[in-house]
């Protein structure tokens, strides 16, 4: 298969799979939407992949409902996760046609629900029949290619207690064929031990030993040699 390259400079350019899901998933603070800002910059085959962020997602309602939650935070665990949730709900149209279109790379899924909601106290708060049904309601036969685990936190966030990296430990021996926990490093380590992964799995093609993203960072393959 003849690989996409650059008309104007010959050089070569990546295509995720058409259809697949890549989460970004893990602590607030261990790198998540930065690897999401390295890879958007990285050299795509048009019309590249769609890269989302939970739950702000694709619409102007749930950009706006997030921007308001960000600036007056919500006190109460359950309003913010069921807000969350009903934000996942409504970008499921637009999450779907992106996928086919050209595959996705989603900063945060329903992972982050539990880990922050249910581990995070509210077991006992609430049903657990209730909650995690609700959850299968709204991700029902959307599944990922791969959840990137991001386990290590950089900041010193209070939310992120033991608890919450226990619940996303949790989900990930749930789905060991999906989860892939992420070895804490320097971003560009980081972004090539992602592409290695993508290219292994085969959701990747047309990625050369090495790649710049326009502002100068490196992204070598998947390997600190």
Not at 25 to 36: C, F, Y
Not at 50 to 58: A, L, N, V, Y
Not at 73 to 96: F, G, M, V, W, Y
Not at 152 to 158: E, G, K, L, Q, V
Request: charged residues 20%; proline residues 7%; aromatic residues 8%.
């Amino acid at each position: 298969m003849s690989q996409p390259h650059d008309a104007g400079t010959g050089s070569l350019r990546m295509t995720l799979t058409p259809g697949a899901l890549v989460v970004l998933e893990g602590l607030d603070g261990a790198g998540k939407s930065t690897q999401r800002d390295v890879l958007s910059r990285l050299p795509w085959a048009p019309p590249g992949p769609r890269f989302i962020h939970m739950p702000s997602g694709t619409t102007a309602l749930t950009e706006a409902l997030y921007q308001v939650t960000e600036h007056h935070p919500i006190d109460s665990a359950l309003a913010r996760q069921l807000l969350h949730l009903a934000c996942h709900a409504e970008n499921r149209p637009s999450l779907k046609e992106a996928r086919g279109r050209s595959g996705v790379i989603l900063d945060r899924w329903w992972w982050s629900t539990v880990a922050y909601g249910w581990f995070g106290g509210l077991d006992g708060v609430v049903v657990e029949e209730q909650f995690f049904g609700a959850v299968d309601m709204v991700w029902s036969g959307i599944e990922a290619d791969v959840v990137f685990l991001f386990a290590a936190s950089h900041t010193d966030d209070r939310k992120n207690t033991e608890a919450i990296l226990h619940g996303y430990r949790w989900l990930a021996e749930r789905q060991p064929g999906v989860a892939v926990e992420v070895p804490d490093g320097d971003i560009p380590f980081v972004t090539g031990f992602i592409l290695h992964e993508l290219d292994r799995r085969g959701l990747l093609q047309g990625r050369g030993a090495g790649l710049r993203t326009p502002d100068g960072v490196v992204a070598p393959p998947g390997s600190r040699d």
